[in-house]
């Protein structure tokens, strides 16, 4: 009676264990096709210079790039074994090597750029032109749960701006910055200008205003809105 209590039990743990593999396996496969396909449709859906907001866009790019080796290690049923590892392998080597292409060419994939400041629905964060020019600011808009690009300014990690949205314009508020290259150190001032907004033709006696706002503030006006206004 015992040994057959014991061969029940084993029997009994061994389905429980299958089940549990079985289940684990099937948890990875959801977890990494359905990254995969939400990237996709992201990837197809959102236009280039907008993305979701919180770094949801993020959180899925890593549940794809790290759910193959997930996939690798739920598969333990040597039905599946051999199959799903070689699959995890090459998946996850084309994945890791693509992002790093990607990262190398100047694409955000692995974090989101850097959130310098915020005034209301505008955020101010790092754009990176290519791998080796990160030196410039992009400036989005909230909108909903994403994030669009309104557009970027040759100028480096300011620690606040001011959105003024019915003169299309805003004031860049950029620290002083120690620059080695190579030496001596040198130091560049802090930078404070008034900069266009939104790159659209300068309505009629917008001109006169923005010269009161930047007299106002004791403010230049930047080069893009020179242009615009000559």
């Not at 739920?74 to 590892?85: I, Q």
């Not at 030196?135 to 970027?152: N, P």
Request: hydrophobic fraction near 45%; charged fraction near 20%.
């Amino acid at each position: 009676m015992t040994n057959f209590g014991n061969i029940m039990i084993r029997s009994q743990c061994g389905k429980i264990k299958s089940f549990v593999q079985c289940k684990e396996l099937v948890i990875a496969a959801t977890l990494h096709f359905g990254s995969m396909m939400l990237c996709g449709l992201i990837y197809i859906l959102l236009p280039e210079d907008t993305h979701l907001r919180w770094g949801l866009t993020y959180w899925l790019i890593w549940v794809a790039l790290l759910s193959p080796f997930a996939l690798m290690m739920a598969a333990r049923k040597r039905r599946w074994k051999l199959a799903v590892r070689l699959y995890g392998g090459l998946t996850g080597t084309f994945l890791w090597m693509s992002a790093f292409f990607l990262h190398v060419i100047g694409s955000d994939i692995f974090f989101p750029p850097t959130c310098f400041c915020k005034d209301g629905d505008y955020l101010a964060r790092q754009y990176r032109y290519d791998f080796f020019d990160n030196d410039m600011t992009a400036v989005y808009k909230i909108s909903g749960l994403t994030e669009k690009e309104v557009a970027f300014y040759n100028y480096r990690a300011p620690d606040s701006i001011k959105v003024y949205e019915s003169l299309n314009a805003i004031v860049f508020y950029c620290p002083s910055e120690v620059v080695d290259d190579p030496f001596p150190n040198d130091t560049i001032g802090r930078l404070c200008v008034i900069e266009q907004l939104y790159d659209r033709p300068m309505e009629s006696g917008r001109k006169k205003e923005l010269e009161r706002l930047s007299r106002r503030l004791s403010l230049p006006l930047g080069r893009m809105l020179m242009e615009k206004m000559h």
